[in-house]
């Protein structure tokens, strides 16, 4: 080598990739200098570990502060990947030159900035591509980059792309196109600028030389080459280093995602399709055939009808549209155009799986176990791996059974994490029904949680002990009651009994002393979460019990008076507490309790000075307990919707009643008709004045029941009231014939042969049912005599048309 070889490379550029390995493989340099933080280079050996598997990432972090970090992530069709393996594989030297992670992680400086941000990518390609008369950038890199064999033939310079590459980025950054353009570094907000890292790697390379002589390859960003090639005083790039802020960092692995290599997840040198441009390096010949192969499994495995005759369609007019396009090779937009008319059957939504799962891509890199990590993340991936956890980058649903040893500790597991601030998991409402033992989850491992992880290291180096720490602090600053009772559930349902003595503390002295019921109410429903909970899971909530029991009761004195005085947006919040308290009294098991709360609602129900939102729903509360007759009710519906009672407010009383937490409002209207015909004769009587005051009422009200509920409220009150709801109120009375008449059918059914002697009956039995067949009779002619009157009056008003 006569000097340095200086290979420009697009980052994650599965073509640069093949011309870097090809250049390589031709020069054979003893030193590979590699973009990006020189902290690495004590790890760099870890790339060539067998359990090592991309992409992967550098992560950098600030010893002092965890969430200032940064990360250089690496594909096996990264250039600097490709070079990396190449030289430990070589025995050649491998050694980071970008800017010190020290020094672009370091505190803020006195002017408010954290450095220089990176200029905007990709203006150099943009450039190049109007150049070249191309619009897409992209689709002209393809091209030009991409679509090249790239490893070089014997007759072949595997040098010439480079030169040319450079070359153009000298063109670039010496005329106007080159002002504002510039190549991303690392996945940072707090990256230097060009200038100062150029400066940096020029004087990495002067060492270099100094040990090596000519004898080494530069793997960098296009952009950075000719700032590499040209002559620069090594004392004035000095300069320019000096007085820059440092801090103390720590490095490591971690794993990465395609995904979050695309462009679309904000990171700056992101590519628009990571799994498009993997397919291409990785398949060594025939990529379309084989593209579109993968494509058709895809498809089929989600049930669509592909065959190989569809495969060899798409793949010919793949080749037809690019050669009308006048393009080298079907490129992604090409496959694309062609999976969609010949697989997808011009539909777009089986084509956005493919670009979801194959274009895009989910796949999670492995970093080894005897990579340097922080003890948390040690004791982390021991959990994953005893408890069969695996972390993985598409979301995947897993549902638990706490009765089970295992699902209880993965359980534990994922609370403690949510705890720590690492979102591994999200909870799911169970498919198994409202029962305690199942619990469902949704598992999605992003790159960022590793963030998260370094940063809950402050807290301890396990899982638990930090959980624990973390709980404990949170307690001690909490500043609401409803804060501690939720850090109480949380507690439990993590298994933390080493922080339940100092939470329940917190939370008993919080409790005592906090006197707002809106407060109190709000708490109560997960201190009563957790005594479930604590059932399941074997934990003693004994102290847990009798700080809920104390709460409900306070809740109980406090409740009526707070109910007084309140504006609309007040009482539908407190209509809401009163669900939440109602739920919550329903799962206390100490007598007496359930009892004191119906005595509340009555109360709430009758005082007719309250709200009529929370007055409706406490009449409907203990309507469903069966704590009040249906009467009963009626004639507090009447009273509060009679003509004296202000249209909004009983409106407000129908829109607690019927509306509030549960939608079951609407089926109760419809299966009682005397509450229905309530409502409908206060609703016809009101005002023309008053009725756009009510209407939102009654809108927001009834737009929540199902289109079929409001079908049928509908058809009930189109063929008019019933002859019980004419009367105000009830169903039906008892038919004794009517009833008779099921008999044989539930005794066929229930293997009963013999059948009851009529004349077994009693002389006083026959007697009364003759006297009751009578009255009957008397009064079913009173009702076709009042029908017809009925009728009649409806011909006249309705002018002589039938009802």
């Given at each position: 080598m006569n000097a340095p070889a200086l290979l420009g490379v697009r980052h994650h550029g599965p073509g640069s990739a093949r011309a870097v390995r090809a250049a390589l493989e031709r020069q054979r340099p003893r030193a590979v200098l590699i973009e990006g933080p020189?902290?690495?280079?004590?790890?760099?050996?870890?790339?060539?570990?067998?359990?090592?598997?991309?992409?992967?990432?550098?992560?950098?972090?600030?010893?002092?502060?965890?969430?200032?970090?940064?990360?250089?992530?690496?594909?096996?069709?990264s250039p600097e990947w490709v070079a990396i393996r190449w030289a430990l594989a070589h025995g050649a030297e491998v050694r980071f030159i970008d800017l010190p992670a020290a020094h672009t992680l370091a505190p803020r400086g006195?002017?408010?900035?954290?450095?220089?941000?990176?200029?905007?990518?990709p203006g150099p390609l943009a450039a190049l591509a109007e150049a070249a008369g191309h619009d897409d950038p992209e689709r002209w890199w393809e091209d030009a980059v991409e679509h090249r064999g790239g490893d070089g033939g014997a007759d072949d310079d595997p040098l010439g792309p480079f030169r040319a590459v450079a070359e153009a980025m000298t063109a670039l950054r010496t005329g106007p196109a080159g002002e504002g353009a510039g190549d991303s570094g690392p996945v940072s907000g707090a990256a230097a600028g060009d200038a100062v890292r150029e400066a940096h790697m020029r004087l990495r390379l002067h060492d270099a030389r100094r040990e090596f002589g000519d004898a080494v390859a530069v793997v960098c960003g296009a952009w950075h080459v000719p700032a590499l090639a040209a002559r620069h005083p090594v004392t004035a790039d000095r300069r320019t280093l000096k007085g820059l802020p440092k801090t103390k960092v720590e490095i490591g692995w971690v794993p990465w995602t395609l995904r979050r290599l695309a462009r679309s997840s904000g990171y700056g040198a992101g590519i628009t399709s990571p799994g498009w441009y993997r397919h291409l390096f990785e398949a060594q010949d025939r990529p379309v055939e084989r593209w579109m192969t993968t494509v058709a499994r895809l498809l089929r495995d989600e049930g669509r009808p592909v065959s190989s005759a569809h495969v060899i369609e798409a793949v010919r007019l793949a080749g037809t549209l690019a050669a009308l396009r006048g393009r080298p090779l079907p490129g992604l937009t090409e496959t694309t155009d062609a999976v969609r008319a010949v697989m997808c059957d011009g539909s777009d939504v089986p084509l956005a799986l493919v670009g979801d799962r194959l274009v895009i891509g989910d796949e999670l890199g492995e970093v080894p176990g005897t990579a340097p990590v922080t003890p948390l993340q040690r004791d982390l991936t021991r959990l994953q791996r005893t408890l069969r956890l695996k972390p993985e980058a598409g979301a995947r649903e897993r549902e638990f059974d706490l009765r089970k040893d295992t699902d209880a500790a993965r359980s534990r597991l994922l609370h403690r994490l949510r705890i720590l601030g690492v979102d591994w998991g999200e909870p799911l409402p169970s498919r198994g029904g409202l029962g305690t033992f199942r619990e469902a989850w949704r598992l999605s491992w992003e790159p960022e949680l590793a963030v998260r992880l370094a940063e809950a290291g402050v807290w301890g180096t396990t899982v638990e002990a930090a959980a624990t720490a973390r709980a404990e602090a949170s307690a001690r600053g909490a500043d609401s009651l409803v804060e501690i009772t939720t850090l109480a559930e949380r507690c439990l349902l993590a298994g933390l009994a080493d922080?339940?003595?100092?939470?329940?503390?917190?939370?008993?002295?919080?409790?005592?002393?906090?006197?707002?019921?809106?407060?109190?109410?709000?708490?109560?429903?997960?201190?009563?979460?957790?005594?479930?909970?604590?059932?399941?899971?074997?934990?003693?909530?004994?102290?847990?019990?009798?700080?809920?029991?104390?709460?409900?009761?306070?809740?109980?004195?406090?409740?009526?008076?707070?109910?007084?005085?309140?504006?609309?947006?007040a009482a539908r919040e407190m209509r809401d507490h009163v669900d939440a308290v109602h739920r919550a009294v329903a799962l206390l098991e100490r007598p007496g309790v359930r009892d004191r709360w119906t005595t509340v609602l009555t109360v709430l129900g009758e005082r007719e000075r309250l709200p009529g939102d929370i007055r409706g729903r406490a009449v409907r509360l203990l309507l469903d307990e069966g704590h009040l007759s249906g009467d009963r009710a009626a004639r507090l519906m009447g009273l509060a919707l009679a003509p004296a009672v202000a249209p909004p407010e009983a409106a407000a009383w129908i829109e607690g009643f019927t509306g509030g937490a549960d939608p079951g409002g609407g089926l109760l209207l419809i299966h009682d008709e005397g509450l229905l015909a309530l409502i409908d004769t206060w609703l016809t009587g009101v005002p023309a004045e008053a009725f756009t005051d009510v209407l939102p009422l009654l809108r927001r009200t009834f737009s929540a029941y199902d289109p079929g509920v409001r079908r049928a409220i509908g058809e009930r009150i189109r063929s008019g009231p019933?002859?019980?709801?004419?009367?105000?109120?009830?169903?039906?009375?008892?038919?004794?014939?009517?009833?008779?008449?099921?008999?044989?059918?539930?005794?066929?059914?229930?293997g009963l042969d013999e059948e009851p002697d009529p004349g077994g009956l009693g002389k006083e039995e026959l007697s009364n049912k003759e006297e009751l067949s009578n009255k009957e009779k008397e009064e079913l002619s009173n009702k076709e005599e009042a029908d017809g009157k009925e009728e009649a009056a409806h011909a006249v008003l309705t002018g002589g048309g039938a009802r």
């Open positions: 020189p902290e690495a280079d004590g790890i760099v050996h870890f790339a060539a570990d067998e359990d090592m598997r991309p992409p992967v990432a550098l992560l950098a972090h600030a010893a002092d502060d965890p969430g200032r970090a940064a990360f250089w992530p690496l594909a096996s069709f006195t002017d408010g900035t954290e450095g220089t941000a990176p200029p905007t990518y922080a339940l003595p100092l939470v329940m503390r917190a939370l008993a002295d919080r409790a005592a002393l906090d006197t707002d019921v809106g407060h109190l109410a709000e708490a109560l429903p997960a201190l009563v979460r957790s005594l479930r909970y604590g059932d399941v899971r074997r934990t003693d909530t004994g102290a847990l019990d009798d700080v809920a029991v104390g709460l409900a009761d306070r809740i109980f004195v406090g409740l009526p008076a707070a109910c007084a005085g309140l504006d609309r947006d019933s002859a019980a709801a004419s009367k105000g109120r009830g169903a039906p009375e008892w038919d004794p014939e009517r009833a008779a008449a099921v008999l044989p059918t539930m005794r066929l059914l229930l």
